[in-house]
C-alpha cells in the first residue's frame, strides 16, 4: 500500500518539468534599521520555492535570478520585504522588526511552515512569555497566552510541570494532556529540563491536519518546542543573570490564625457541640469553659490565674490572660526564599557550521523549608552541512537537578500546607515551661515539641503525638537527584529529483534517585532507630525515524511538498527500591549504614510504537490550500495493534482574490482554513504499570517471610483498543490597518471507542475494567486578537486578547449504562450531558436546630417517587442533577506589552468565567473536629443563643450528618483573574553600547504570580480539569520577584 | 553519477519498509500468561500461591489511602470492639472515631466499602481458584486447594453477614437479653451471592441463602480436610479443618442449630488446649505459636504493615497509636466486674489489678515495667514485641520509647479459647446445665483457679455469666460485637457509675436491631451492580 503511494508520487512528480528562465546573479547585503547585517535571512525569489539564497555571516548573499524578478526577503522576527530588482546586480536591503509577527515560519510536524501556509489551527507563543518566565517550567508561563489551552497545576513545587490541555477534554479515562515535542520528537522529559533561556518558540498545535502526523499521541494537541540554534552570525555571548525572593503568592484560606481567637472558637465549638448534645445554653457554656483546654491537650499558650478559665463563661477572652508563647507551625514554615538564576550562552557559526552552545544555573528555594530545587542546564545544539547534498546535525541536552520536596501527598502532621492549616495555632513548634520560657536541652538547643508532654502542663497532643514537621524537615531527607540527557541528531541527504532525505535519532534518558531519611531523633522513624529508602527510577525513550521528503514549484504558483516517513519510538522504564531500618549512625542515610532490610524491589516496563505516515501539500500561488495525511500506528499497549489515523485540510487565501482589490488598502491578508481528520489516543494513564499492557491480567506477588504468594492486581481487556478522534476546523486568519490581527477558530473534536475506566460492582471482585466504551464531543470556539495600538518609531503599545469557550457532551454509553448512566464521584457520564456535569446530594438548609438538611426523593408505598421532600439523615439524601457543570464557560488571556525608546513593560494575564469547583481543601477548615485548625467562617456557624448562622450547627459529635459531607453547597464558583507576570525593561542606548564595545544590555524586573482574584481567599481552581482540589496537595503557587540583567557582547 | 545518486535515494528508502513492532515487556506483575504456564509446570507452586495471596490480602487488605485503621482481619476485631460496651476510646481522636459513635455505618462511607471490597476480592480470589479445580478431581495435592479456598469463601461470606444485616436471629428465648423486636430476620436481604458458578452481578440474596452458603463451603472444606488428613495442620498459619470447624460452629450457633454447632466446636476442643499460666495468657497475643492458636498470621520484617496494623493500634508498649496517645481501655465497670484473682484483670491497668496509689491523680502500671498508664483501665492485653521484650525494655519504655519489635507480633485470628466457651454456651441452650457450668469451671479455672459458679440456676444466669467470661477473654477481638449481633445485647454506655469511662459523647444506649450496627451496602456497589437499584438499600 504505502509503496503504492510511494511510486505513484514519484512518476508524477518526475512527469513534470520545470522551465527554467535565463538567469544572472545579484548580490546584495541584508540589515537591520541599525545598519546591523542580518543573518541567516532567506532570500528567494518570488512565486519560486527552489531558488533562494541565505545570507552569511556579514548579511552577504548571491542568488541567481532571472532578470527583473522580484525578491522577497524573510526573516524570523522581521517583517517580509519584497524587492524589486531592476536589473539591480548589487542591493542594500534594509528589513524591519516585527515583534508581533513573531511567527513568519512556524513549527509543524516533521519540518517547519510559513505561518501564512499552515491550513491548520497553529499557535506561536509570544516570545516575551516564554523569555520572562520565571518559574523553572515554561509550561506554567502558557496559562492565558494561548487560546484553547487550559493550564493545570498541582503543585507548586518548583521543577514539577504544569498538565497543558488543548481543547477541552478528549478522554474520558485516558491521558488528556498534550504531546510535547522538543526539536521535533516526542519529549518524555519535563519542560522543566529546558532552561527556558534556550527555546527559541513554542508553538501549540490544536487540529487534526497538524497532529495527524504525530498519529497515536496527539489526539490531546500537540506543544512544540524548539531549541535555539546557531544564527552564523558573529560570535555572539550573552549573559544572563537573575536574583529575587521567592514568596507564597496567595494566601491560605482565612483561618483562625490568631490564638485568642482560636480559643474564643472552639470555646464556640465545644459549647454548641455541648447544646445540641441536650444541655442548656448556660450549662453548656460552663462545660466549654471548663473543658476548653482538656480538649485541647491543655496546650494553653497562655498563663492564666489560678482559678480563672482562659474563655469566660460569657465566650470573652480572659483579660487576665498573659501570652505564654507564640510559636506556631504555620509561622515556622514559610519564609522569604531567595533565588538567583544564570545563563551564559554562544552561538554563531560559519557557512558551514552553525552552533549554539548553553549552560544554565537556577537555585529556586522555595518558600516552605524543605523545598528547594537546583537545577543545572547545559545545551550544545551544531550542525554542519559536510557536502553540498549532506548535512548533519545533533542537539544535546544535559540537566541536573537536585531538589527538596515535601510531602504534599501525606496526612496533615507531614504535609507543611496541611500542617499550616489542619493544626490547631496554639500547638507550640518548641517546648515551653509554665512560665513560657523555651525549654533547652543539655547543650542549650532549643526542645521541640513531639506532643507528647514536652511542653508543661500537656501530656498529650490531640493530633500526631511524636510528630513535629519543623524538626522532621530539618532532620530528614527528602532529595530528589534528576539528570536528563536529551539528544537529537540527524543526518539529512539532499537527493535528485528535489527529493530529500533524513533521519533523526532522538535518544532522551532520565534517571532519578530519590534519598528518604526518617530521622531516629522524632516522628515516625523514631521507634525504628531511622528509616531510609532509596530508588532509583530511569527512563529511557528512542526515536527513530526516516523521512523521504519532496519539494517543488511547478509553473511558479503550483506549490508541491510530500513526505513519507516510517517511524519507531521504544520506552523502557526501570525501577529499583530498597528500604531499611535500624541506622547505627543517625546521622548518615546510607542504606550500608542500616540493618534490617524492610523492603527492596524492582520492576521494569517497555512501551512500543511505530508508524508509517504520509503526507502532502499543495497550494497555488499561496491562495488555495490543500493538505492531507495519513499515518498508520501500531502500538504494544493492545492485541489489536494497529489504527489508521488520516487528515484532510484546506485553505483560501480571500484577499489574494482579484475581487478583493478594493479591500487592500484596509485589509492586509484574510484567509480561510478548514480541516478534519482522525487521531488516536492509547495513553492509559501512565503510573500504572500495568497500563503498558492493559490487555492481560496481572497479579501482585506477595512475600510474608516464608511463603511466595500472589493476588489480583489487574484484570486485563484483550479487546481493549485505539480510541479514536475526529476533529473539524474551520479558522480564520486575519489582519487588517496593519494593526489588528488575529485568528477565529471553529472546531468539534468527537472521541469514539473512549478508552475508559468503567466502574464495575465491587461485589464482581473487579473494582473497574478498562473498556472502550462510547462517544464524547466537544465544540468550541476560540480566538486570538492582537492590537497594535500605537506604533511608531519610538514608541509601540500592543494589546492581545485570546479566549476559548467550549461545551462538552457525552454522546453514546454502553446499552446498560444509557438509562442510568455511570456515576463517577460527583459527577454522573449521562448521555446528552457533559462528563463534569455534577450530580450529587443537594443541600436543603437548616432545620430549627441549625443542624442541616438535604433533599431527598418522597416516595409512594409502590416506591415511585410522587415529589420530594427534605431529611436531616444524610444516608436518606438523593443525589440529583444540580444543572451545574465543572468545566468554564470561558478562559483566556490579556497580554499587553508596551515600549518607549529603550523602556518596556509586559503585562500577562490569565482568566476564566463560569464552571463550578468542588472546594474540599475548604471543608478541611471546616471540620467539626476539636483541636484542629479551624476556617474563621465557623464563627458563622448556627448559634444557639441567636437562633441564626449561615451554616450548619458546629456538632463534634455528629459525623454520619455533617454539614461537610458531599453535596452541592460545596461547589464554588470556579472563575478566576490572575496577574502571571509583569516585566519592566529598560535597554540601554546603542550609542553607549557601541561606545563600549558591547553588543546589548538589557536590565530588567520581573514578577510572577502577582495576584489570583477567585471566589473564596485560598481557592485556587487551576489545579485540576474539574476544579475540584481533593487530590490537591496545597503547594500554592510561588511569587517571584526578581532583578536581572542581559548583557550580548 | 547520477545512477549511484538513485541507488543512494533507494537505499536511503529501505528502512521506510521494514516493520519491527515487538510486544511490550512486563516485568513488574506475574502476568496471566506467565501463570498459566506456571501452572503447567508446578500446579502446586500456583495453587499455594494464590492461597497465600488469598492469606497476605486477610493480613493487610486495604481499599483506601491514607488511613491506618484498615489491615485486613484484624481491624475488623479492632473495628467492630469500638462498637460494643467494653472497649473506650479515650480521646475524641479524628481516626476510628465515628466506629466508636456507632455512626459509621452509611452507603458513602469508608468503612462500608472497605469490608465490602476486602471481602468481595477474598470470594473472587476463592473463586478464581475454584474455576481451575476439577470438583470431581481426586487428587489430594489439589483437593487441599480446594478445600480452602472453599473455606476462605465461606468465612468471607460469614464475615459479610455479620455486618449487611442482621443476624439471623437477633437473640434467643431463655437468656436475660431475650428476642429482639423483629427477631427472625432469615428472609431478609443480604448480601449478593457470587460463586465460581454465577455469570456478571448479582442481586440480593436473603440471609438464609448467605447462611446455607456458608455452611456448604466451610462444610465441604471441612469434609475435604478430614478426607485428606489435614483436620489439624502444624502450621497455625494454615486453612486446615480446625479453622473451617470454627468458622461452622459459629455459622450453627447463629441459626440456632446446637447439635451442629456443639459438633464442630467439639473439633476444637479436641485439638487444641487453652492457654494456662502467666506466661502464656500474659504473653501479649502476638505469638502464633501459643498452644490455643488455630489459626493466625506470622509477621515478619517482610510483611508489617506498621502503623497500619493491629499492634499499631491496640499495643500500649508500641510506638503505635496505641502507644503514643490513641490509648486503648476497657471499660470501668467491666473491668470492676473481674475477679481479684483472675489472671486476665493483668490486662488492664487499674487500681485493682495493680494497686498503686491513685493520689498524684497518676496510676502507676506496675503490672511488667515501670510506666506510667496514661489513663485509667489503660489496656496491656496486645503486645507485638511479647511480654518478655517489655520487661527487657522497662527502663527504655518507662522514658516514652515503643519496645522494639512492636511491629513484628504476629496476628492471631482464631483461639481455641472461644470453642471452649461456645461449647458451654451450646450445652445450655440446649438445656444440659450442668454440663455448661462444668465446661465453663473447667475453662475458667485455667484463669481464676478458685471460680466456682456461684450465680443463678436459671439457664439465663448461666449463659450471661458464660457471655461475660467470654467478653473478658476476648476483650478486643471483635468477639463481643459477633455475639451481641448473636444474642441481642444493647450496647449501653450510659450508666452512672462513677468508673464509667466512654467518652461523654460516645455515652449512646443502642439495641441490635438499631440502625447504627447495620452497614448500608455501599453506594459504589448500588450504583454499579446491574441487579440492584437504590431500594435494595438495606
Known sequence: MVKKIALTLCTALVASSMAMAQNRTVKGKITDANGNPIIGATVKVEGSKTVGAVTAGDGQFSISVPANSKLNVTYIGYKPQTVQVNNRTNLVIVIEEDNEQLGEVTVVAYGTKRKQDVVGSVTNVNKNIIANAQSSSVSSALEGAVAGVQVLSGSGQPGSDAAIYVRGIGSMSASNAALI???????NGKLSDINPQDIQSISVSKDAVSNSLYGSRAAGGVVMVTTKSGSKEKVAINFRGTWGVSNRAYKDYDMATDQSEFYRLTWYGIRNTEWAAGKSLAEAAETASSSLLGELGNYNAYIVPEGEYLVNTDGTFNKNAKLRYNDSFADALFKSAFRQEYTISASGGNDRTNFYLSAGYLDNQSY???????????????SSQLKSWLKVGTNIAYSHTKSNGVQERSGTASNPFETARGWAPIYPVHAYDAQGNMKRDENGKPIYDAGTGQTDGTKSRPTAQNQNIICSMNEDINENIYNNISTRSFIEVKLPLNFKFVTNYAYDFTNVTSNSFMTPTIGDGASFNGRGSRSSGTDMTSNFNQILSYENVFDEDHNFSAKLGHEYYTYKTTYLYGQKTNFFDPYNSELYNGGQIQELTSNSVTHNIEGYFAMADYNYAHKYYLSAAFRRDGTSRFLDRWGNFWSVGAGWRISSEKFMESTKSWLNDLKLRASYGTQGNEAILPGYSYGYTPYVDMYDVTWDGSKLGYTVAFYGNKNLSWESQKTFDLGLDFRFLDRIYGNIDFFTRRTDDMLFKRPLATSSGRPYNWENIGAMRNNGIEFELNADIIKNKDMKWTVTLLGSHYSNKVLTLPEENREDGIVSGAFKLMEGKSRYEYFTYKYAGMDEKGNPTWYTDEKDEQGNVIGQTTTGKYSEATKYWLGKQALPDFNGGLNTSFSYKGFDVNIATAFQLGGWAYDSQYLSGMSASLYVGHNRDMWDTWNPETGKGKYPIWNANNSSNSYTQTSDAHLISASYFSIRNITLGYTLPSSLMKRWGIGSIRVFATGDNLALFSKRQGFDPRVSMSGGNSSYGGYSPMRTITGGINITF | MKKGKI??????????????????????????????????ENPDKVFSSAVAGIYSDMQSYVKTDNSHNYFGQKSFD??????GNDMVMTGRFGMSLYHYLCDYWAQNFVATANRWAEYYRCIDNANQILKTIDPETTDEAVLKYRAIALGMRGYAYLQLSYLYQQSYYVGCDDTKWGKGQHYDFSESKCVP?????????????TVK???????????????IFNKIGMQKTTDPTDFDGCVAATYLARAYMITHDWDQALKYAQVIVDNFPVLKGEDQILQGFSDINLPDVVYGCDITADNTTLYMSWFSQMDSYSDGYAGIGVWRAAYGPFVDKIADDDLRLKWFCCDRSTGIDYKGGRLTLKRDVMAPAACEYQAVKFIGAGRDAVIANAKSIAQGNGAPGWELGDYIYLRSEEAYLMKAEILAHKGDLAGAKTALEEFMKTRQ?????????????????INFQKRVEFWGEGMEFLDNRRLNITVDRTSTDPHNNHLPAARLKLDQESRNFRYQIPISEIENNKALTPDDQN
Open chain 2, 449 to 465: 483457679p478458685s471460680y466456682t459458679y456461684a450465680k443463678g440456676n436459671t439457664k439465663a444466669d448461666l449463659i450471661e455469666e
Open chain 2, 209 to 223: 441463602q448467605v447462611m446455607d452458603q456458608i455452611k456448604g463451603d466451610l462444610g465441604t472444606a471441612y469434609d
Open chain 2, 7 to 40: 541507488f543512494l535515494l533507494a537505499l536511503a528508502s529501505l528502512p521506510l519498509f521494514t516493520s519491527c513492532i515487538d510486544d511490550a515487556e512486563q516485568n513488574t506483575y506475574l502476568t496471566e500468561d506467565r501463570r498459566t504456564e506456571l501452572a503447567k
Open chain 1, 181 to 187: 515535542v522538543v526539536d521535533g520528537v516526542p519529549f
Open chain 2, 78 to 83: 479492632y473495628l467492630t470492639s469500638l462498637m
Open chain 1, 368 to 382: 516552605v523549608i524543605g523545598s528547594s530545587y537546583e537545577r543545572y542546564t547545559m545545551r550544545a545544539n551544531v
Open chain 2, 193 to 205: 451471592i457470587v460463586t465460581e458458578k454465577t455469570e456478571g452481578d448479582q442481586p440480593l440474596s
